[in-house]
């Protein structure tokens, strides 16, 4: 089992739509999630960050977890265009400072 | 969010030759830095963490003395890629911690090329 598993895509949604990206992680002892966006030839953009279970909510983006489940999720209400991007869970990696990533999902807005 | 730079931007070098990646912490001081590596279409895998003042940790599989990294200062940290050949050639990205122990802020990435 990977560390950190993601759904590689591409997931294609319409504008407007709610876009879902889900992530598993193997590691029981870690306390911090992240998720990042990036776009192709640029570096990963922080998007949200979530520690404790239940959601968190910044703008369009919702973040969830269930550390019983070890299950991380981002929601991205109203898709844009502009969002098309590769998502990459992370994880601190046993609680020490290291991000290990999962491999992202490529996410599609079509216009 | 915090900002973190790199430079070069993109380098092409001959095989054998060695390359200097700057990275740097523009608003904050980073005790702790670390290295990344991408290939196309894979997800970033951690090379090496780089502490100020201290030697750097690095991860399993990465050779230390070919990736040699100096972390000088609260605001610098160097990854060089000593006699590169064409498998150097990837997306190095150093990163920074800011604003708390874990949260992480990217540099914009270095493409390197070996011929």
């Known amino acids: 089992q990977k560390e950190v598993e993601q759904n590689s895509g591409p997931l294609s949604v319409p504008e407007g739509a709610i876009a879902s990206l889900n992530c598993t992680y193997s590691d029981r002892v870690s306390q911090s999630f992240f998720w990042y966006r990036q776009y192709s030839g640029k570096s990963p953009e922080l998007i949200m960050s979530i520690y404790s279970n239940g959601d968190k909510e910044d703008g369009r983006f919702t973040a969830q977890l269930n550390k019983a489940s070890q299950y991380v999720s981002l929601l991205i209400r109203d898709s844009q265009p502009s969002d098309s991007a590769t998502y990459l869970c992370a994880v601190n990696w046993r609680a020490t400072n290291k991000l290990i990533f999962g491999t992202g999902t490529l996410l599609a807005v079509q216009p | 969010g915090a900002v973190v730079s790199q430079h070069p931007s993109r380098v092409i070098c001959k095989s054998g030759t060695s390359v200097k990646i700057e990275c740097r912490s523009l608003?904050?001081?980073?005790?702790?830095m670390f290295w990344y590596r991408q290939f196309p279409k894979q997800s970033l895998m951690l090379m090496a963490t780089?502490?100020?003042?201290?030697?750097?940790?690095?991860e399993q599989g990465v050779e230390k003395d070919k990736f040699l990294i100096n972390h000088a200062s609260l605001t610098l940290s160097t990854l060089t890629v000593t006699s590169a050949h064409p498998e150097d050639s990837s997306f190095y990205i150093c990163?920074?911690?800011?604003?708390?122990?874990?949260?992480?802020?990217f540099g914009p990435g270095t493409r390197l090329l070996v011929l």
């Open positions: 780089s502490n100020e003042g201290s030697k750097a940790t690095y």
């Open positions: 608003d904050f001081q980073a005790t702790t």
């Open positions: 990163s920074a911690i800011a604003g708390g122990p874990e949260t992480q802020y």
